[in-house]
């Protein structure tokens, strides 16, 4: 397929959803010439979740690759060994090989949600890193000085702190440049945390006497909290494999400041929509809560079907608006028909740990046929046509012997 290079999609995949270009002009050139581009992004899998901060960087891929260009995926197997410094404020631990295998492997199935897998190159970096030697790696890092590398913002910071540095972090820019010499790379994404290790890319690439990849940054996802990053340890996530019901409720408990942003980076509404939705906002009379069912149904219909989304939102109107429970309850059959409610919290996945589940139930969060409980010690027992366990607002189970 030869590469479109229609000026109006051009125009969008350079504006809409992207941060910074670099260098605009230059791979404008190359769009509009129909050169078929090598579009490098790489992951490490540090996490076996992807969330919905995730696929603004893959749906940029993703019209890279309508446009007819070769997305190239790295999976950084050997570079999630270091893991990346980007906005960190301490070393990331160290992960063992099957942790790196197994979410290699849920990453690629959450991301063929959004890229056609079956068109990108996918590629793991451990195919060349492991086979240098030791003078290959001195080579390599001579081309870099420790002073560049100390310039970058999560480093300096962590010096004046007084908090340590590894080595081997100090590598990390160098891997992620390598990469792009090993896959031939012409324009490299990553978030605009990613910046420094991208530029990396484009120093390596001339000192090595070859093309420069462009590069093209994307904003990083603001949480469900309206204030810092969408992260899974932050808790300020919507998950791409979420349940329809959990998906549609946390798009909904976003602030409204955020809506706009969230329309433009997770939709595929045309341009114009976008502006006449940025107008209502402004209208006094417009309630923002309907533009966020709009969102949520159109997020889930993305990832779950329209059949789903209307479930979902039918759902959430039954829960939040009439004050029952929703129609569609997932079932859970217990191993107990008497069991402590703790015990029970972690074996539906309501708590990760024995703490937070004591924590949900003394603050109020947890329901038992419709009644709060407070005791951590009482015992739930399931009847014969089941009991109703809430967790929050959103989160409903139906348990049965």
């Not at 959803?17 to 010439?33: P, T």
């Not at 240098?132 to 870099?144: K, P």
């Not at 703490?355 to 027992?381: C, F, P, T, W």
Request: charged share 30%; with cysteine; hydrophobic share 40%.
């Amino acid at each position: 397929m030869k590469p479109i290079t229609d000026e109006l999609k051009i125009n969008e995949l350079l504006a809409r959803g992207a941060e910074e270009v670099i260098i605009a002009a230059d791979l404008r050139k190359k769009l509009a010439s129909g050169e078929k581009l090598r579009v490098k992004f790489g992951a490490d899998p540090t996490s076996p979740d992807l969330h919905l901060g995730h696929s603004v960087p893959l749906r940029k891929l993703r019209q890279f690759q309508d446009l007819g260009h070769r997305v190239v995926l790295i999976i950084g197997d050997y570079t999630a060994k270091v893991g990346d410094p980007s906005g960190k404020s301490k070393t990331r631990p160290m992960l063992s090989d099957k942790e790196i295998k197994q979410n290699a492997k849920t990453y690629l199935e959450q991301a063929g949600k959004i890229l056609d897998i079956k068109k990108c190159e996918i590629v793991y970096n451990s195919g060349w890193f492991k086979k240098m030697n030791f003078g290959e790696i001195i080579q390599l890092a001579a081309r870099f000085t420790v002073a560049r590398m100390i310039e970058r913002d999560d480093f300096s910071k962590r010096l004046k702190e007084g908090a340590d540095i590894g080595m081997h972090e100090l590598l990390y820019p160098i891997m992620q440049a390598y990469d792009s010499i090993q896959v031939r790379a012409d324009v490299e994404i990553g978030g605009t945390d990613q910046k420094f290790n991208l530029l990396a890319g484009r120093d390596l690439q001339r000192k090595l006497g070859t093309v420069e990849q462009n590069i093209l940054t994307v904003p990083l996802l603001v949480g469900l909290d309206g204030d810092k990053k969408m992260s899974k340890s932050l808790g300020n996530y919507v998950g791409l494999s979420d349940i329809p019901h959990d998906m549609y409720g946390k798009i909904m408990s976003i602030p409204d400041p955020l809506i706009v942003s969230y329309f433009t980076l997770l939709t595929d509404l045309p341009t114009d929509e976008l502006e006449n939705i940025n107008r209502q906002l402004k209208d006094e009379k417009t309630n923002p809560r309907d533009l966020k069912m709009r969102l949520a149904r159109e997020i889930v219909k993305m990832y779950h079907g329209a059949e789903d989304a209307s479930r979902a939102e039918n759902d959430f109107k039954q829960v939040f608006q009439r004050r029952e429970a929703p129609t569609e309850i997932p079932k859970h059959k217990v191993s107990s028909p008497s069991a402590n409610l703790i015990d029970i919290l972690l074996e539906v996945g309501f708590a990760e740990s024995r703490g937070e589940a004591r924590r949900l139930i003394e603050q109020g969060g947890v329901k038992v046929n419709e009644e709060v409980v407070k005791d951590i010690a009482v015992a739930v027992k399931i009847s014969d046509r089941g009991t109703l366990l809430q967790k929050g607002k959103r989160s409903f189970v139906k348990l049965i012997k």
